[in-house]
Structure formats: structure tokens, C-alpha cells
């Protein structure tokens, strides 16, 4: 399975990246529940936005965070000066056995309990 971070949904959205919606439609990829509330949860989203990431939300599935989910993102955040949504992000890359893909691998560094790559470069 892919875990698709945040910011891949994100850059999904524009015109320059638009080669990551074909990435998207893989019946492989998958989400966690915190990109759901990163990427919708922006304060500044336009109501266009809204309805293109909504979507995005409709066809991929999105991961639960567990109580297992959680125990790994603390013994990240013990390890690593991390954010929570990376950490938990990293754990459900772990827990559900993902290749994860990210535009920002260097949040993730120094983690090898899964395989980590860019789609951008």
C-alpha cells in the first residue's frame, strides 16, 4: 500500500502536479484520518478546494488512528523532534505496513521502519 502524506493531497490540487491524481486513483492508496483534518482543516481553503479534496476523500481509503497507531507515533515523538500529524503519519505508515510518499522525506528522516518516497522529484 501507498500512505499518501498531506502534502502530496495538496500539491494534487495544482495544475504544476497534476501528474499525482493518477497517483491518487491507485487502488493501493491510502490516507491517515489526520491528513483528512491537515489538508480540509487549512484556514484559508476556498470553497473550490473544499469540494476537489472532498472528493479526493470519497475514493481513497483513510486509515483509522488506533490505539497501536498511537503507541508508535509516542515512541517517534520520543525519539525525534516531530509534529503530531508527522508522527502519527509515520505510525500508520509503520502499523499498516505503507511505502510512504512525501514531498517533505526530511520530516521523516532517520525513521527505517518503512520505505519513504518523493513523487515530485
Do not use: F, R
Given at each position: 500500500m501507498i500512505l499518501l502524506d498531506s502534502n502530496i493531497i495538496i500539491y494534487s490540487a495544482s495544475e504544476q502536479h497534476k501528474g499525482l491524481r493518477e497517483l491518487i486513483k491507485k487502488s493501493e492508496a491510502v490516507c491517515s484520518i489526520i491528513s483528512k483534518l491537515e489538508v480540509l482543516g487549512y484556514h484559508n481553503i476556498t470553497t473550490e478546494q473544499i469540494k476537489y479534496f472532498e472528493a479526493i476523500f470519497k475514493v481513497i481509503d483513510i486509515l483509522p488512528i488506533s490505539d497501536e497507531v498511537i503507541s508508535q507515533a509516542i515512541k517517534y515523538r520520543q525519539k525525534?523532534?516531530?509534529?503530531?500529524?508527522?508522527?502519527?503519519?509515520?505510525a500508520s505508515a509503520k502499523i499498516f505496513n505503507c511505502n510512504l510518499y512525501t514531498n517533505n522525506v526530511e520530516d521523516f528522516l532517520n525513521i527505517k521502519d518503512f520505505k519513504i518516497t518523493n513523487p515530485i522529484k
Open positions: 525525534k523532534s516531530m509534529s503530531v500529524g508527522d508522527s502519527i503519519i509515520a
